[in-house]
């Protein structure tokens, strides 16, 4: 069983900046592929960024590619996600997912656990 503990989250204006984390509870966080999802009120859950193991390949939305940038440091069993020019349309509670084989996919169901989430409001 794998816990993901995410932190980071918080409120801030348009423009600005945050940067979430996620510390994994596992021991073979090193071969697990991560992402991470957010999720608006009355809308699906969204692929926002993946990551390889390694942190060599990752992945984006088109929504959020230039702004926002996952990394790891899988000496501290962390994966980040580095937001920055942040507009309202990003605030929505922002998940992180473990996938523990395979590849860094863009798809939900794909990955095995999930964190509790941490809100990010974007004020105009």
């Known amino acids: 069983q794998v816990q993901l503990v995410e932190s980071g989250g918080g409120l801030v204006q348009a423009g600005g900046s945050l940067r979430l984390s996620c510390v994994a509870s596992t021991r073979t966080f090193s071969s697990t592929a991560m992402g991470w999802f957010r999720q608006a009120p009355g809308k699906e859950r969204e692929f926002v960024a993946a990551v390889s193991w390694t942190g060599r390949s990752t992945s984006y939305a088109d929504s959020v590619k230039g702004r926002f940038t996952i990394s790891r440091d899988n000496a501290k069993n962390t994966v980040y996600l580095q937001m920055n020019s942040l507009k309202s349309e990003d605030t929505a509670l922002y998940y992180c997912?473990?996938?523990?084989?395979?590849?860094?996919?863009?798809?939900?169901?794909?990955?095995?656990?999930w964190g509790q989430g941490t809100q990010v409001t974007v004020s105009s």
């Open positions: 997912a473990a996938r523990e084989v395979g590849w860094p996919s863009r798809v939900s169901v794909e990955y095995d656990y």
